[in-house]
């Protein structure tokens, strides 16, 4: 399994929950939902770890997809999302 974490770079989560609606209505639907970006960790470098919990260190930084992976994340695990005031969801 890979493990992920965020790039220094990457925004904190900023969707509502209509665009979380959408995008799994999109997926039920069958059509695209965008993208999701994955770069390979070489070398040692500063990253956020998504799982504070994890023993194991990251193999993978989300390049672009944040939102989506976040999203699903959430309604799979059924986890309130840390919004970009560092505010749970509802």
């Known amino acids: 399994m890979a493990i992920l974490s965020l790039s220094e770079l990457q925004k904190p989560f900023v969707w509502d929950q209509v665009k979380v609606r959408d995008l799994i209505d999109s997926l039920y639907k069958g059509l695209p939902a ?3 970006i994955l770069c390979e960790i070489l070398r040692s470098m500063k990253y956020r770890v998504i799982n504070q919990n994890g023993k194991r260190e990251s193999r993978f930084l989300v390049i672009g997809g944040q939102q989506h992976l976040t999203s699903l ?7 309130k999302i ?6 749970g969801s509802k």
């Open 34 to 36: 965008g993208v999701i």
């Open 73 to 79: 994340f959430s309604i799979i695990s059924n986890r």
């Open 82 to 87: 840390i919004n970009k005031n560092f505010k």
